[in-house]
């Protein structure tokens, strides 16, 4: 993280000893609307709207509105994959709006399905006390779909995103990356374990900004059994 954290501070400072302006950020190869170039058409002050200051907006989307999601999917994808029932269950309701896996799942549906919803919702960040959630560190999307009272009690408690004022302004977009992604994962191919374990591979023991598996690890790797996309060699 700090090396990343010096690298676009280094980039800041290159940016400004070429005199990029707001008219060369703001010109490019896209016409197409983005970030930066609302940033700029805000009525912030100058400051606000160096190459530096925007280099830390581009590190600030790496790493809040990437790593975070890539570790959810890389979490959710073990523990469905190590719970042969929870991820037919989680199959069949996707066979049931997406009868053609190659065509893409809209977020409006996939947001609706009972068994999509708890397991995006199992970020390793939520809160393990065992008094609000019972055996808080096995996976059960099932605490999810209970009597709606029990639901908005644990929901309570869900502060994966914060709560209040200052909670994580990316949610929704993070939500839409999480189901639609993990949709596209379960539909579309059929995945198998390769050389992980839980402890050394899965679980957090390490804070870099997200929790991250053991130095050691080689990550959560996966044979791919079948994929149902076309014309992939």
Known sequence: MNEAIKATEN???SLDSKETNKQGLDDGATSR?????????????AK????????EEAFSIIAAGGETVARTL?????????????????????????PDPDIALEYRTAEKLPWMTPV?????NILHDADIYPDPFTFKPSRWLGPQVEVDRLDK????FGKGDRMCVGMSLAYTEVYLALAAIVRRFELE???TERVKDVDSSRDC????????????????KKSSLQNVH
């Open 74 to 98: 890389t979490i959710a994808t073990y523990h469905l994959l190590v719970n042969p029932t929870a991820l037919e269950r989680l199959r069949d309701e996707l066979k049931g709006v997406q």
């Open 209 to 224: 900004f997200t929790g991250e598996a053991s130095i050691k690890s080689q990550g959560t790797r996966v044979i791919t």
């Open 193 to 195: 374990l390769l050389d």
């Open 120 to 124: 995006g919702m199992t970020p390793m």
């Open 157 to 160: 408690y869900n502060v994966a």
């Open 48 to 55: 606000e709207k160096t190459p530096k200051r925007i280099g």
């Open 33 to 45: 609307p983005t970030l930066f170039k609302h940033l700029l058409s805000f009525s912030l002050p």
């Open 11 to 13: 980039h800041g400072r």
